[in-house]
């Protein structure tokens, strides 16, 4: 059987920096700065985050929701207070907190370059 483990989500910005200092400052990543690239550990994965330059063929974001990748996930624990604190830092939430069904609870937000990511709390009374 195949066994495989997360190791990275990568990411393409016309402006590596900001996108790896609102992961930072919005959602607590650490910056890993490597040659010729900057890094964001997040909830125990590495996101990459590739330099956009004009003319190189990347396309525009997506416009949410479409085919393919959709979001991220990232758990976290007491998603109201969570939400409350991001909102102080004028984060924008394309849905806010809901009760999906008994013992999950989730809200979306918008990452820089339109990036959508989910906040979920799972009750373990219900796992």
Known sequence: ML?????????????????????HDILGGEIVRNPGRIDVRLGGASVFIAKVEPGDGVSDP?????QGLDHFGLSVKDIDIVAAELKAKGVTFTTEPTTIRPGVRICFIRGPEGISIELLERDKKYA
């Open 3 to 23: 066994n495989v483990t997360w190791d990275h989500i990568h990411l393409r910005s016309p402006d590596p920096e900001a996108t790896a200092n609102w992961l």
């Open 62 to 66: 997506p416009v949410t929701p479409h």
